[in-house]
């Protein structure tokens, strides 16, 4: 099969190979697919980076869309050609941007969710879930997302106002509309915008996420709350650090993924989306790689793999 993989640590574009490789074989508890899709996401890269190290070679890919071809010992309800989506294991050999994949955890992909709509939800809809769920946004409450045109952001708006939560959001203008339709008062990016949100709000917010990638608006997104732990950064965790601010990683992390079953429901019913920029053969993920590392997607990159 071809795999998108590296043999040693470094920049994507420098270490990344696509190459061939034997196909795994599923063990206890597992499925492999045959991949239709697979979201890109920043971890791929910093996975490429040496984040969580390990035995090499490494794949990437950690969101797959695809059907199942091969199913481990012990495994129940899920049969060979069936529609599934989930996260995909980046400890192996070769991950998600590989014609064939294994599956630690996998969800059934509804009918009328598109492969790649359905490769864009992993990642965003649990880092934003567990992120509103770490800084306890509820019913009543009003929450800030800053970062909203971002894939996690965006996520994050539509949980949060289905949990019941006023929401100001910060976007530019790629995404701003349609955040606005959905619920939420939203303003712009740079100066003034501790102020502009406050002025949304009527006053401090009660939360903020951060769901932007690292930049300097930490001190800006305290101002608009009445304490630093009432912040929580998904992303600056440098900044963070110095500032007060909570932050979402490591060890003390609850993952939730499993609210991806709940939430492929609703995508399937045009009732929550995570925004598609562009699609790409596996051949030219070169391509994608760059757009991504650019800072200029606006939003979701997902291979094309069959």
């Excluded at 991949?35 to 035995?55: I, K, R, S, Y």
């Excluded at 481990?72 to 069936?82: E, H, Q, R, S, Y």
């Excluded at 529609?83 to 998600?96: C, I, L």
């Excluded at 929580?232 to 932050?247: H, I, K, P, W, Y």
């Amino acid at each position: 099969m071809r795999t998108l993989r590296f043999h040693e640590y470094g920049a994507p574009l420098d270490v990344l190979r696509l190459e061939d490789a034997e196909p795994p074989d599923p063990g206890p508890g597992q499925i492999r697919v045959t991949v239709q899709t697979c979201g890109l996401t920043p971890a791929d890269w910093a996975l490429c980076g040496g984040l969580f190290a390990g035995e090499l070679p490494r794949g990437i890919g950690l969101e797959v869309s695809g059907t199942v071809d091969a199913v481990g010992d012990g495994v129940t309800g899920v049969g060979l050609g069936d529609p599934v989506f989930g996260p995909a294991p980046y400890t192996g050999a070769t991950a998600g941007a590989s014609e064939q994949a294994l599956l630690d955890l996998w969800f059934p992909r509804p009918p009328g969710l598109d492969p790649v709509d359905a490769a864009a939800l992993p990642m965003a809809v649990e880092t934003a879930y567990r992120g509103l769920d770490e800084i306890g946004v509820r019913d009543g409450t009003t929450v800030l997302v800053h970062g909203a045109g971002s894939t996690v952001g965006y996520a994050a708006v539509q949980i949060a106002l289905r949990r019941g939560a006023r929401v100001v959001a910060t976007a530019g203008e790629t995404y701003a509309d349609a955040l606005r339709a959905m619920g939420a008062d939203v303003t712009g990016y740079g100066d003034g915008m501790a102020e502009r949100v406050t002025a949304l709000a009527g006053g401090p917010v009660d939360l903020a996420l951060d769901a932007a990638p690292v930049g300097n608006a930490l001190p800006e997104l305290v101002r608009t709350v009445k304490a630093p732990e009432h912040v929580l950064t998904l992303s600056d965790f440098a900044a963070a650090e110095q500032l007060g601010v909570r932050v979402s990683f490591g060890t003390g992390t609850t993952q939730r993924y499993d609210v991806l079953g709940a939430y492929a429901e609703l995508a399937s019913e045009g009732r929550f989306s995570v925004p598609v920029a562009r699609t790409f053969p596996l051949e030219d993920w070169r391509a994608a790689v760059e757009l991504s590392q650019s800072g200029h997607a606006r939003g979701k990159l997902v291979l094309r793999i069959g």
